[in-house]
Nanobody, 117 residues
């Protein structure tokens, strides 16, 4: 069973920064994309940012220019640098990995990010 282990959440004031990290518990060669989702209370889980093999990246509009995703798909690691944080960024952030061979997604346990105004 593959586990995604996350770290780096916490409490920060508006305008501050946090860096999230995620790594797979064992190497999975068939992962071709990794990313971060978030879910705020009473809202659906949304994709925040994703990095795909070949270093293609995608961001939701609300974080463009403030968040930066990076990582090494081959090593099954991904990071999310979050700058200029806003209270509306408050949510539980989940690491995600897409396994194209097994047609499945892996998820982290979630890490809380709270931005105070």
């Amino acid at each position: 069973q593959v586990q995604l282990v996350e770290s780096g959440g916490g409490l920060v004031q508006a305008g501050g920064s946090l860096r999230l990290s995620c790594a797979a518990s064992r190497s999975i060669f068939s992962i071709n994309a990794m990313g971060w989702y978030r879910q705020a209370p009473g809202k659906q889980r949304e994709l925040v940012a994703r990095i795909i093999s070949g270093d293609s990246t995608h961001y939701v509009d609300s974080v463009k220019g403030r968040f930066t995703i990076s990582g090494d798909i081959a090593k099954n690691t991904v990071y999310l640098q979050m700058d200029s944080l806003k209270p509306e960024d408050t949510a539980v952030y989940y690491c995600n990995a897409v396994d194209v061979l097994r047609h499945t997604d892996y998820w982290g346990q979630g890490t809380q990010v709270t931005v105070s105004s």
